[in-house]
């Protein structure tokens, strides 16, 4: 089995998404990686994350691969969290995560990172996520969204 095999089931479940972590569990080094990147089969999108060339889009890649990003622990919060569940519209400007320790990595311009200590998250698609009534009071606080919406978002828990 090659490098390429070994990393391609793992990332094809997280959204196209791999870290150099989880690649170095399934015994596929660093090396590799930068390889499989010069040669066009993986995409390197930051520090030790990468995602697959060949990958049928989805929904939720973009945020598989800002959690990725943002490193081990990280979560989509906020407005990020409503627009992935559908209830507010989309807005590719801002990505809103949370992390639950300290966050010493550089995003790129787009990402906004807070620390949230003891974090209510649940799993959607594999990706954690802050649940609805935390990202709803994130999402006010941020001013994110408009009241009226998050007002109805409300409405509806």
Known sequence: MTSYE???DVAEDNHGVIT??????LGVGPKSMVSMAA???LVRLGYGVYKLEKHVPGP?????AAVALAGEGAFVRGA????????I??????MYLG??????RHL??????????DPKVELIEGIRVECVREAVADARLSGAADSERLDSVEARL
């Open 99 to 104: 992390v639950s320790g300290r966050f010493r």
């Open 20 to 25: 150099s972590a989880q690649a170095s569990r």
């Open 60 to 64: 939720y890649d973009e945020y598989a």
């Open 108 to 117: 790129p311009d787009g990402y906004d990172v807070k620390v949230i200590r």
């Open 39 to 41: 040669n066009g089969r």
């Open 89 to 94: 519209p989309f807005d590719p400007a801002k």
């Open 80 to 87: 990020s969290s409503l627009m992935m569940r559908g209830l």
């Open 6 to 8: 070994k990393i391609w």
